[in-house]
């Protein structure tokens, strides 16, 4: 895999490069590149429907489409996030908690690029301008192996992201794209250990699990989103409709979509028919347990293993339960520690929920569709992690970043 050896070669050396950028250079650099972006939306369009087209034509889902296809709106956003995450400050170079110790030692952590950051993702092209700007503005470089579903949108955009370093006088190694599709240039990726730092994925559980299982590189997770709703006995139910409506049926193929709904049988009466005839209107097919079928026949049946299934799909599950104690039990036991919320008027239960919820984010009274980068103000995101080392939730610039203890003397010796 010698072109690969050579794409971590480079990437070494324009990460020490990047690391010595200071915060215009970096903001300049970003702003060229949105402004490409923003010169070039026929060209990424154009290429972005040629993917779509042989990936309608392979029998793709309605909502892995989605996450492939391009717009005006969405590319306009790309270079939008890249301006966002231009502006924000820069974590590189912060010293924290510089202390004296008794013996005149300073000594505290300055806050330092990664280094190369490698990443594999599926079919959703606007992550490759999200992973360089992020990437970018820490000091990162970054490796790119997109899915071959999105290739030439890939191409087009990772085109564009090194005319604006080129017209900014940057190291255009900042950022690479892995064009292969071979399985064993993926694996040998995945195990760059001398030239990557660190490894994210970015995709299905299978995708995440193979990376996981696979790499000898060091890789934070980012999971898939079985995302519940649970709707209290307390809660306002036209509230309720509203966030289950955008949560489900916004966008159906991304990880903050609702899946699941845990409704509580005292209200499950009134509250199904009025469920099943909002989610009728967006053909949303809800696979309810025999309690609530048993209210609303028309449901379908629920299997077991509906509890824990991410769809990316007009499905949804639903579970009655008799407290928020249980609401809570199922949910611990089911959910992919992605994105979970309460709706509800009983501040005890709200706080309870919060409490005892495991998961990336937990909401009250809000939609699951705000787990995002740009909607935490973090400008973009490189992935959502529901792990618990290093980052956890949406992961902006912080969690690109590590640290190194700094130590100022004047001459002391150890005894």
């Not at 306009?76 to 890249?82: D, I, V």
């Not at 469920?275 to 048993?294: S, W």
């Amino acid at each position: 895999m010698a072109e690969l050896n050579e794409m971590g070669k480079r990437a070494k050396k324009a990460a020490a490069a990047l690391g010595r950028l200071r915060s215009e250079e970096k903001q300049r650099g970003l702003e060229r590149c949105a402004g490409v972006l923003m010169r070039s939306v026929e060209e990424i369009l154009k290429a972005n429907e040629e993917d779509v087209a042989a990936a309608r034509k392979k029998g793709m889902s309605p909502g892995l489409v989605d996450r492939l296809l391009l717009d005006d709106w969405r590319v306009k956003s790309m270079a939008n996030g890249l301006l966002q995450v231009a502006f924000l400050d820069d974590p590189i170079g912060e010293v924290m908690s510089l202390k004296p110790r008794p013996n005149g030692l300073l000594i505290g952590q300055k806050r330092v690029p990664l280094g190369v950051v490698g990443m594999i993702y599926e079919a959703r092209p606007n992550v490759t301008a999200d992973a360089f700007g992020l990437c970018f503005k820490t000091g990162n470089s970054v490796i790119l192996k997109g899915g071959s579903d999105a290739l030439r949108s890939n191409q087009a955009i990772v085109r564009c992201l090194k005319d604006g370093l080129a017209e900014a006088g940057l190291p255009e190694d900042a950022l690479q794209l892995i064009e292969s599709g071979d399985r064993e240039v993926t694996k040998a990726f995945m195990r760059m250990k001398e030239y990557l730092d660190v490894l994210i994925p970015r995709g299905g559980a299978g995708l995440i699990r193979t990376v996981v299982e696979n790499s000898t590189v060091p890789v934070i997770e980012t999971g898939i989103g079985n995302c519940h709703i649970y709707v209290d006995k307390t809660a306002d139910m036209d509230m309720a409709l509203d966030i289950i409506d955008n949560a489900k049926t916004q966008r159906i193929g991304v990880c903050n979509a609702c899946e699941s709904l845990v409704v509580h049988g005292d209200i499950a009466e009134e509250f199904l028919p009025r469920l099943k005839e909002r989610l009728d209107k967006k053909q949303v097919e809800i696979r309810a347990d025999e309690r609530a079928r048993r209210i609303v026949p028309e449901l379908a049946e629920a299997a077991e293993e509906d509890w824990g299934k991410e769809y990316l799909d007009y499905i949804i599950s639903l579970k009655t339960v008799d407290s928020v104690d249980e609401a809570i039990v199922h949910i611990n036991q089911y959910n992919t520690g992605h994105s979970e919320a309460i709706i509800t008027s009983d501040y005890a239960n709200a706080q309870k929920f919060l409490d005892e919820v495991d998961a990336a984010a937990v909401y009250v009274n809000a939609s699951t569709r705000f787990t995002d980068g740009c909607e935490f103000g973090f400008g973009a995101e490189i992935g959502i992690s529901t792990q618990k080392l290093h980052a956890r939730g949406p992961m902006g610039l912080l969690a690109l970043t590590t640290t190194k203890y700094v130590i100022c003397g004047n001459g002391q010796v150890r005894l």
